[in-house]
């Protein structure tokens, strides 16, 4: 029941996110931009026992994955008025991979792998 509760408030949130977007491109921009679903997966975790070690670890991680997605957040207005909504969603998604491969071999030198 727990886990269907979890869905559900994080399901509520996004929603609640694409709606404001709707209105207001900034607002929506902004609210997307903060760590919400980070803060939320941390209460989860939190509230589920899970050791400070584990936390920490899932910070550093997703810090780790924010790095190689900002290219497309760069790239993706240029692409979409260039190539349209589902060849930019490609060639975004293409880009992040292999930024997270460039962002993986370089994190190794600092003791992180990131798969």
Known sequence: MFVIFKILLT???IVLITEVAKLNDRLGGLIAAL????FI???WLY???NSLEKISNH???TFLYVIPT????I???YFIHKFGF???ILLSVILTVICIFIVHFLSKKFGYTMF
């Open 59 to 61: 910070v550093s991680y």
């Open 70 to 73: 900002l290219p497309m957040f």
């Open 11 to 13: 399901s509520l949130i």
């Open 86 to 88: 589902y060849s930019s």
């Open 47 to 49: 509230y589920e026992n």
């Open 75 to 77: 790239t993706f207005p």
């Open 41 to 43: 997966i941390l209460f």
């Open 35 to 38: 760590p919400i679903t980070t």
